[in-house]
């Protein structure tokens, strides 16, 4: 794993702890909204599409299509510049939610728009764990 500054962690706040503890302990939580039942990722306190505050975190299944990606082999910023090349990446969860994400576990030769992807869990230091993606089986 790459050494991190902790300049390029995410800051964890009260809104998106439990989002974060469920990571490290290997669930894939997104966000529901209570008024009108849509999920959305990453999580926010607010719902965007109603702009209620009744949102919690609620489980994912974890599957996802890769939307698009784009293989990075050239970034001098740190932790970047230790995990070159990566697949930056835009996946669809199967809830409906695009988002921005890294495909590990297989060479980016191999990434085919629509491919079927499943969650997986990446340390970024002893405290945090980011969710990414990894081709299905
Ligand atoms: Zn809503």
Redesign the pocket.
């Given at each position: 794993m790459a050494t991190s500054t902790g300049a390029d962690l995410p800051t964890v706040d009260d809104d998106s702890r439990v989002y974060w503890d469920g990571y490290r302990e290997g669930r894939f939580l997104i966000a529901r909204?209570g008024?009108?039942?849509?999920v959305h990722h990453y999580p926010r306190p607010i719902?965007p599409?109603?702009?209620?505050d009744?949102?919690a975190p609620s489980p994912a299944s974890g599957r996802a299509t890769l939307y698009t990606y784009s293989t990075v082999y050239m970034n001098d910023l740190a932790p970047f510049r230790d995990r070159l090349p990566y697949v930056a990446a835009m996946v669809d969860l199967e809830e409906g939610p695009r988002v921005m994400t890294t495909v590990v576990g297989c060479e980016p030769a191999e990434l085919r728009v629509g491919m079927a992807l499943v969650v997986d869990f990446q340390p970024l230091s002893d405290e945090l764990t980011a969710p990414v993606f990894r081709p299905a089986l």
């Open positions: 909204c008024a009108c039942g849509r719902c599409f109603c702009w209620s009744q949102v």
